[in-house]
Each structure stands twice: as C-alpha cells, then as structure tokens.
C-alpha cells in the first residue's frame, strides 16, 4: 500500500500526550462500511412513576407504590409496570430476584428501572447467613506451616435460602458441554468448583476442593499437573479472607477464615440466585434500567451466558450508570443466552450499555451470544474480570460476543483483565468498530490479548485505541478483512499486531478457510516492541505509514521485529526488508519512542525523536482519540491528531 508523503515532522516531535486539559471526545459514529450506526433511542417521558423504598416504616407491596406509600421489593413493582410507566427506587440492599413481566412497547414507551437521584441501591443476589458451628466429622488436620489446630466452621443450609429451588452450592460451574475438556493435560479443578461463592465482610472465600485443603495447599496443587500455579484467586484485588469448602451435596458449608476468626465475628453472606435481573418470560424489548449496584451471583460458566442480570434474549434494552460486581460466570448478557436456544422472533440486540462499571466477574463482564445486532457499548470500565482462571473454556474476556452485526465499541476502558482477553468477538462478525477505548495491564498465557476476532469473513475496524501492558495486542484469527489504524500500542511483551489460521486443521468460514488474509495495517505508532511489531499469517495483506519505536539508545535495525509466519519457512525482517520484500511500509519509520503510562489514574506522557511524517487520511477515520476533527487531508499515525501543540501529562479517560 503506497501513499503519497506528507509534510515531515523531524527532529524532536514531542508526543506528549494527556495534558490535565480535559477534552470532549468524538461519537466516532461511523461503522466500517462508511454507514452511520443506526440510533433508536428517544427522549423518555413517563405517563406514571412508581417508588420503591425497603426501607420506610410503612413500604407494603400490597400498598398503592406511591412516594408516601411505597412499594417494599423491585420485583413487585415488575409485574406491574405498563409500558411507559418507571419506578424509582430508594437507597438501600434489595435481596431479590426481579422478574419483569413485560417490557415497554416502543422507544417512546419503554419501562425504566431506576434509583433515586444520589440513591445508593444494591441489588444482591446473596443472603446473610448465621448460625455457623465448628466443624466436625471430616479430617481437616493442623495448618500445613505451624502445624497449629484449624479453626473451621460449618453451616447447613436450609432449602429456604433458595427461594427459586437454584442452590449454586450444588452445581458445578460448568455444564454438560464439556468436549473441550483435557483431564490428561490439564488441572481442571477451576472448571468443577461449585458455583455458589461466600464473602466474609464483603471479600470473597478461596474455595477448595477438600477439607484437608482448609489447613493449607491442596493436594492436587502436589500433581503431576505441569500448568500448577497456587496462588489465592483473589489476591491482586481483595485482602485474603479465607477458604471455603462445600460438602458433595451441596448443603453444607465449611469455612476457615483469616487468622482462624469466629464467623460470629463477621458478615457472611452466601450467594442465593443465578440473576438477580431477568424478565420472566423471554424476548421481551424496550426496558432501561439506571444507576443501580447489582452484586453477587451463582451463575455458571458460558455456555449458558446467563448473567448476573440478563435481558433473556429480549432486544431494544438499555443499561446506563449501573455496575455489575461478582458475577461467579458473566456479569450481563444481552444476546441469546444459549447456542442451542431457539431462534428469537426478533433478531437479538439494539441495546445500549453506556457508562456501567464491570468488576470482579469470574469469566465474562458482558456477553452476547447468538448474533446481536447494533449494540452500542459505550463509556463503560471493565476491570479485574477473568479471575476464574478457566481461559481454556475459551470464553473468557471484558466482552465476549458471537455473531455481531454492527457492534460499535467506544471510549470504554479495559484494563487489569486476568486469564482473559479484553474483548473477544466470536465467529461471524459483520461491520464491527472497535474505536477510542484505552486497553491496558492485560497479561496472561491462554487468549492474553487486548482484542481478539475470530472466524469472520467480513469488513471490521480497530482504530484509535491505547494498548499498554499487555502480553499480546490484537489476535485476528481465522479472520480476513480487518483495518488496524491510528493506534498506539505500548509494552506488548509479545506481538502487537498477531495474526493465526486453523484449530488444529483448516476452518472453514462461508464456503472457504479464512487464512487472515486483507488485513489493512496503517498509521499505527508501536513503542515498547517485545517480540514483534506486526506478524502477517501470509503476505496478502497490507501495511504502511506505521511508525516502529525503539527506546532512547537502541538502534532501530539490530534486530527484526515483523514476521510474516507462511509460507515455511517463517520470516523475519526489520523495517528495510519488509519493505524489499513486500513493498510495505514505504511511508513507515523508525523513531525514539520515550512512554510513561499509569493504568488506574490513566495518565499518559510519550515523547518520540525522529522523522515522522503526516500522510493522507486512510480510511474515512476523521477523528482521532479525543474526537478532534481531522480537517486537514493529512493526519499524524497515532490516535491523537496534532501531537505537536501537546504539552505535559495528559488525561485519557475516555469515559
């Protein structure tokens, strides 16, 4: 791919990116296929308010759910909304499951789920527990390092904990699809632990597969298992709390907590229900649901993605302001729940999930299976997801989606994913932007990258995004046509830019393998290079205007940095070769690339010292990171348009 040189920029070209300016940043509205994506949502006026409030004197659900009479639960103002009424809901812990009866009729009448201005409402999926007694009948043994007796604790559970007959104490974490299984290979005792969890005081327990466990490392930790790495699940997010182990039945629970403490000491509360949001009765639409803290769920691992809260294959939902906090399996789900599920009588999708929080779900912050289409994700923060350690399910990430149609991605923030990938579309992908978010501290050995597509054979778009921190940047695998531009990508300790074919055999995608082949690379900045810059399955593919760094001090052509992996043998160049060999990159460079990044405050300064040129705008991307216009025919590579008029630290919130 050849361009046309632009005006050079040489010398110094400080790239000093955040200043403590803020800034606004750009709808990037535009899908790959140069279409608009499609908006539905509309002002709401409600022709009736409910109130909800646990805890006035005088809440009653058999009252009229006025302000001064409210209703005592959620659930029951759920079977009484129409379509164009809300309910607003008081401060306070809901322990419930809500069922909407039914949804709203139009994007003019929908029924909206909301708090109370400044409320705090937690909607939880866990009980409190009490009565806990020492424990007995088992050979729990003295601590493994003083060789002191355990204090352990034990609490029967009474059926009426579960009030809907779901007791994820019971129940594996995963289902009956089990194909991909590996006993021989691998230690799969993170697949078969129940899916109940217990937190003590609000942080979660270990749980652990015997009671001898509860005095110290379990032994299968001791086995044969090559892939062993015993460390608390916990441990990089939630001060260690304690173990759990769950008898066979599922009906009684043994607890040893930090320093042998009395459970009577704490608040032990136990996970009770699989979602604590899901309509009754699938395929219900045009529901809003705003500013509330669901927590706490004993869901399974996908499939099915049936999540802390879900829209039961239901469309034209919108989920805004809410956080979505320990989920055992998946947060939210906004698809079809499950492969095998019946085809909706409308296609699933057009919802919207602006501004929610995802933290400390085990397996998936947000998932959408069977093909949901014009999902508009926008503004939201995924973090600490994937502790579960289960990346060989293969369905772990921030996001996990199957089949999207015109999915736009923007402004969001991913960062501290373990055992996962930060977003990860699935099969079948058609017209998806993945725009403006900041990925970073994404490290791991199973699916470790920021973002991975998979078995697509249609136009897809990643364009101005921050990677930082990661073990892998982007894996397209068994997909073609993809434009890669105007990112940044920082501390890839692998490959920025990856590319794969085949699972173990040729794939088959609409009638033909999918080698990775139209990959359109352009105007990316790579700084922080660990293994390679860019690695191209086959030399169908395009690459040009990008800007390879190196720190101050190393020389740019020591050693090659971009790979093309077939024909065998794989090969290796640095910039000048790639250039002889494929004519790539003839408007690329080499540059002395300085960063400082910091993940949680989002702070970011880079300075770059070298020849960089502004080359003409490739792909109608007329926006940069911040939403700046690109007014002029030429634009700098990077996600940030004019980076010589930035001083200082710079914020990238994109939020």
Not at 157 to 183: E, Q, S
Not at 273 to 288: D, G, L, M, N
Not at 443 to 459: F, K, W, Y
Request: aromatic letters at 10%; one cysteine or more.
């Amino acid at each position: 791919m050849k361009r046309t040189p632009g005006s050079a920029v040489s010398s110094l070209l400080a790239l000093l990116l955040l200043t403590g300016t803020s800034a606004a940043f750009a709808d990037n509205s535009r899908l790959p296929d140069g279409t608009e994506f499609p908006i539905w949502e509309k002002s709401l006026h409600f022709t009736k308010t409910y109130y909800v409030d646990a805890n006035a004197r005088n809440a009653t659900d058999s009252g009229p759910g006025t302000k001064e009479r409210p209703f005592r639960t959620i659930d029951h103002a759920a079977q009484v909304l129409q379509p164009g009424e809300h309910v607003v809901i008081a401060g306070g812990v809901y322990r419930e499951a809500i069922r909407p009866a039914r949804g709203g009729s139009g994007p003019d009448a929908m029924i909206s789920y909301e708090a109370a201005p400044g409320a705090d409402v937690v909607v939880s999926g866990a009980t409190v527990t009490e009565g806990w007694q020492p424990s007995e009948g088992w050979n729990i043994g003295p601590d493994r390092e003083t060789n002191q007796s355990v204090k352990a604790y034990q609490l029967h559970l009474d059926p009426k904990l579960f009030p809907l007959g779901y007791n994820p104490f019971a129940l594996d974490n995963v289902t009956d699809d089990r194909y991909w299984i590996n006993y021989a290979k691998d230690n799969m005792w993170n697949y078969f632990r129940r899916r109940g969890l217990v937190f003590v005081d609000g942080k979660p327990l270990e749980q652990v597969e015997s009671p001898s466990a509860l005095a110290g490392l379990s032994p299968r930790s001791l086995s044969f298992f090559s892939d062993i790495r015993w460390t608390p699940l916990f441990q990089e997010f939630s001060p260690y709390a304690g173990k759990v182990w769950v008898e066979s039945d599922g009906l009684t629970l043994h607890i040893r907590l930090a320093n042998d403490d009395d459970p009577a000491k704490h608040v032990i509360e136990i996970t009770n229900e699989e979602s604590v949001f899901s309509p009754a009765k699938p395929y219900q639409s045009y529901i809003r649901v705003k500013g509330i803290k669901f927590r706490y769920a004993g869901n399974s691992f996908p499939n099915p993605q049936r999540g802390l809260v879900s829209t039961n294959h239901g469309n034209h939902f919108i989920f805004e302001d809410n956080s979505f906090e320990w989920a055992n399996g998946v947060g939210l789900d906004i698809g079809d729940v499950d492969w095998a599920a019946a085809r909706p009588p409308q296609p699933v999708g057009f919802d919207v999930v602006r501004h929610n929080v995802f933290r400390y779900c085990g397996i998936e912050g947000l998932g959408g299976t069977g093909g949901p289409q014009n999902v508009l994700v926008e503004k939201n923060l995924f973090e600490w997801i994937g502790w579960q350690d289960a990346a060989r399910l293969s369905e772990s990430g921030g996001t996990k989606m199957h089949r999207t149609r015109n999915l736009l991605f923007r402004n969001n923030v991913v960062r501290h994913i373990r055992h996962a990938n930060g977003i990860w579309l699935d099969i079948g992908n058609t017209n998806d932007r993945l725009t403006g978010n900041v990925f970073a501290d994404i490290p791991g050995d199973v699916n470790p990258h920021a973002i991975h597509i998979e078995g697509s054979d249609a136009l897809n778009e990643i364009d101005n995004n921050i990677f930082d921190h990661l073990t892998g940047g982007v894996l397209i695998r068994d997909t073609n046509h993809v434009i890669i531009a105007y990112n940044l990508f920082v501390d890839c300790a692998k490959v920025c830019i990856d590319t794969a074919s085949g699972l173990g055999a040729p794939r088959p995608i609409n009638g033909h393998t999918n080698d990775a082949h139209d990959l359109r690379v352009f105007g990316n900045v790579f700084s922080g290079i660990g293994q390679s810059a860019i690695e191209f399955n086959n030399p169908r593919n395009t690459a040009d205007g990008n800007v390879y760094g190196f720190p101050p001090g190393r020389r740019a052509g020591m050693q090659p940095y971009l790979r093309v992996k077939f024909p065998d043998p794989p090969e290796w160049d640095n910039l000048e070769s790639w250039r002889d060999q494929h004519d790539w990159d003839k408007t690329g460079t080499t540059a002395e690339v300085a960063t400082t990044f910091n993940p949680d405050a989002l702070q970011m300064s880079v300075v770059v010292k070298g020849d960089v040129k502004a080359l003409p705008v490739y792909g109608a991307i007329d926006v940069d990171f911040y939403g700046h216009p690109i007014t002029e025919t030429n634009r700098m590579p990077g996600p940030f348009v004019d980076l010589t008029a930035t001083t200082g630290s710079r914020t990238i919130d994109p939020r």
